[in-house]
């Protein structure tokens, strides 16, 4: 979702494309309970290698349909490796670490990233940060920091602190690919284009670390696990991408994008619905200043 077309529309949104935007929220808010049940059935990282490669063959598929060229611009080889790399260790660093931590924690977590986006652009893209994006920044980062150490934020050892930090890890590979694609030629491509770059390399990536590491693979095959697998490799890498593309194409980006701010929202009540966690303090708080947070560091 990192990727920005080059000419965007300035329309207005309605009804119809709020609930278009409340609906891919939902669908990004349940990515995280997804991926902690595939993981119950399929090795982590080899669940999110075979993800990449599913949505890669779906994004090829529609690239053909919409006749996009596929074939890549010559000369930017190293850019696509560069961004496929990190978009390879956002989901090494999230796969891994959900397993550690609470769905409402990595949802928290992995949200962060417009922090770290932010505060990149200010060093690398001269993207200065006024006043408001500072306090911005303050109340997001207290909302993290709360998320990692606050009060109760791990009772009952179902959160630990190494998965959290994986978890936070995985929104700084995010942030990174949005830092690369603000810093590359990647930038003037079919978003679809760039989309693909990093499916394809980071399956490459995925399967080849957990090959490595000796992951079993798929060891404890279900429909309950093969339904959280296709749900993760056509809602979310392929159909909420997509329509992502869509609206930003369509609508103002900045507009569209502040709807992302309500996806920690949906994260933590389905992993109340769905898992049963149960929402401390800490994680409700932590979700209150994140979302203030980076609402005002993309409203300055």
Not at 9 to 21: E, F, P, S
Not at 37 to 58: D, E, F, K, T, Y
Not at 66 to 89: N, T
Not at 185 to 199: C, G, V
């Amino acid at each position: 979702m990192s990727q920005s077309p080059t000419e965007t529309g300035t329309r207005a949104l309605g009804t119809g494309a709020v609930l278009v935007m409340i609906g891919l929220c939902a669908i990004w808010g349940m990515g995280q309970i997804a991926i902690k049940v595939g993981n119950q059935g399929i090795s982590p990282l080899w669940q999110a290698g075979l993800r990449s490669v599913g949505a890669s063959l779906v994004i090829l598929a529609w690239m053909t349909l919409r006749r996009i060229p596929i074939r890549p611009v010559p000369g930017r080889w190293k850019w696509r490796l560069l961004i496929g790399a990190a978009f390879a260790s956002e989901f090494i660093c999230l796969y891994i670490g959900i397993g550690m931590t609470t769905a409402a924690h990595a949802t928290l977590l992995l949200y962060s990233a417009p922090f770290f986006v932010a505060l990149g652009g200010h060093f690398l893209l001269k993207d200065r940060l006024n006043q408001m994006r500072l306090i911005g920044l303050v109340l997001a980062f207290a909302g993290v920091s709360l998320a990692l150490g606050g009060p109760g934020s791990r009772s009952g050892g179902e959160a630990t602190l190494l998965g959290d930090a994986l978890c936070l890890a995985a929104g700084l590979g995010w942030a990174s690919t949005t830092l690369i694609l603000r810093a590359s030629p990647l930038k003037t491509e079919p978003p679809e284009r760039t989309l693909l770059d990093q499916l394809s390399v980071s399956a490459v990536i995925l399967l080849a670390v957990s090959w490595a590491i000796g992951e079993p693979g798929v060891f404890a095959p279900s429909p309950m696990v093969w339904a959280a697998f296709a749900y993760q490799t056509i809602m979310v890498a392929s159909i909420s991408y997509l329509g992502w593309f869509v609206m930003v194409q369509r609508y103002s980006p900045a507009t569209v994008s502040a709807f992302s701010f309500i996806t920690p929202v949906f994260g933590v009540i389905f992993a109340v619905l769905a898992l049963g966690e149960a929402p401390t303090l800490s994680v409700l708080l932590a979700l209150l200043l994140i979302a203030a947070g980076i609402r005002l560091v993309n409203k300055g």
